[in-house]
């Protein structure tokens, strides 16, 4: 959806947007169960099976695939929309998508690089949420330096045969499709000869091993490929195309994937002060000076936040690249909210049996979010790798010898 300019640039009138939004608003504040929201007493886990439901009910809304032609399940709108609706989203406490792997990586890199049979059989099963994707980029030595990686694709003839190992691919478990970066010729070769494929999971040859998470969850996992031999048509791009393509992919991640994040982060931060105010003794800690101004300098941050968002959209919508900035983004939010959900969490620390019950549901969300947060500064690139790229990229600093 983020992929392509020329994707965003069918913006409706002022009029039209602002009433797009409110249908947002109306539609998610009336449809999201109570039990999807983490700041409800009522919440629980929602099951796969319910955020597919849920997901593809806001697409059936208009609320995913905003960006996306008609012709491939999307609405045909603009990047203005798409912000409009992550915002709203970012407004309520609800799961992350299930399927942004799908939605936010695959799919504009199918439309990016992909055959036009390609296109129409992957990108309305990813918005429909028939068919979730993973991303098999990093491998045991190859994590901040993918040129590194091994994974081999051998072409027979009309087919091709892969070998190797992938590390850290989230979703792989419940996945149909593996968007695989794998090389085709040697690892000398570097970021020339790396190729990219969308494999079904379920192709003779791929084993999938979960590894938990220190929030205990199976969110990720070792995929292995053992001679698993696809046609040709499993094939993302040319042959040399991987490395561009990969590189759109990292774009995406750092710079526009989740554009709901600042919102979110206000949301939670909201969150927070509302348990701390819903219980007498709590509610001292939000008398405490100090704590007053860590509170103001993250509203400080997030406002920040949403501005490197809304300059990346502004970017796109007038035809640039965000390129390196990409990596400030990135950088900026999972500092940001790795040391806020730090603070969170020992503001919640107090909470027991005796407190309120809203207090106690926060104390459950922030423990979830300071454990996840650990890893917000190593996917899609860790703070070390982006600091090197905005030296290189932005500052145009020498390389280190
Ligand atoms: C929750 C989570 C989900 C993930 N999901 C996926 C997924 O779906 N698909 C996928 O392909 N990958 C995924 N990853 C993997 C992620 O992209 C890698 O962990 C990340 O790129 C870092 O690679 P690495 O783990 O190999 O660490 P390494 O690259 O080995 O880095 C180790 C340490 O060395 C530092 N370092 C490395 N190079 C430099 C340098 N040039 N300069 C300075 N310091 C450096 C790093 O900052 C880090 O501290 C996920 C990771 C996490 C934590």
């Known amino acids: 959806m983020l992929h392509d300019p020329d994707l965003a640039s069918t913006p409706l009138s002022a009029d039209a947007a602002a ?10 504040a009336s449809h999201l169960p109570t039990h999807m929201r983490a700041d409800s007493l009522d919440y629980r886990s929602p099951t796969l099976e319910e955020s597919r439901e849920w997901e593809a009910a806001m697409h059936q809304a208009g609320l995913a695939g905003m960006t996306w032609p008609t012709v491939y399940g999307g609405h045909g709108l603009g990047l203005r929309e798409h912000l409009a609706v992550n915002q709203e989203v970012g407004a309520l406490l609800m799961p992350d998508s299930v399927s942004s792997i799908g939605k936010e990586l695959a799919g504009p890199i199918i439309m990016g690089v992909g055959t036009e049979a390609q296109k129409q059989s992957f990108l309305p099963n990813i918005l429909a949420m028939r ?19 091994r994974t081999k694709a051998v072409r027979e003839g009309e087919q091709w045969r892969i070998n190797g190992q992938k590390i850290w691919t989230s979703g792989a478990a419940k ?83 989740r554009m709901y994040r600042p919102w979110r982060f206000e949301s939670e931060m909201g969150f927070l002060v509302r348990a701390l105010r819903s219980d007498p003794l709590l509610s001292r800690q939000l008398e405490d000076a100090g704590v007053q101004r860590q509170l103001g300098d993250v509203l400080g941050e997030i406002d920040a936040h949403k501005g490197l968002v809304h300059r990346s959209v502004d970017q796109i919508m007038a035809g640039e690249s965000v390129g390196a900035r990409g990596s400030l983004t990135k950088l900026f939010w999972s500092e940001c909210h790795q040391a806020f959900a730090g603070f969170a969490l020992s503001q919640v620390s107090q909470i027991g049996p005796q407190s309120s019950p809203l207090a106690q549901r926060a104390r459950k969300f922030f423990t ?34």
Not at 19 to 28: F, I, M, S
Not at 224 to 245: I, K, M, Q, T
């Open 19 to 28: 009433r797009y939004r409110r249908h947002a608003r109306d539609w998610l």
């Open 175 to 257: 996945a149909h499709y593996c968007l695989l970066l794998a090389r085709t010729g040697t690892v000398a070769d570097r970021h020339r000869g790396l190729l990219m494929f969308a494999v079904p999971m379920d192709t003779p040859g791929i084993r999938v091993v979960p590894i938990k998470s220190i929030d205990n969850k199976d969110s990720f996992a070792e995929v292995f490929f053992d001679d698993v031999v696809v046609p040709d048509s499993a094939r993302l791009g040319a042959p040399d195309e991987g490395w561009a393509a990969a590189l759109k992919v990292l774009t995406i991640e750092r710079a526009t994937n």
């Open 368 to 401: 979830q979010a300071y454990l996840f947060s650990r890893a917000e500064t190593i996917y899609a690139g860790t703070s070390e790798v982006q600091l090197d790229l905005i030296a290189q990229r932005i500052l145009q600093l020498p390389r280190e010898h």
């Open 131 to 149: 068919e979730f994707w993973c991303q098999g980029f990093s491998e045991p030595d190859a994590g901040s330096d993918l040129a590194r990686l």
